[in-house]
């Protein structure tokens, strides 16, 4: 395996988790907000989900999101 390639390649995917994940979650509180859903709520729960089937890999990241 080339390492400095996959590392270059991982690093495009991770890039491309993190801005889209970052527009879906502003999208979604927007709404939220807009909706009245937050009113009152400091901070909303939020999970991420890594899966590789074909590697049997499954990683969740769990955390709070401060709303306030």
Known sequence: ??????NMELRKFLKRVGVTSQREIETAVRAAQ????LAGKKDVAVKMTLTIDSLGLRHEVNDKISVA
């Open 1 to 6: 395996m080339d390492e400095d390639n996959f």
């Open 34 to 37: 807009a909706a009245g859903k």
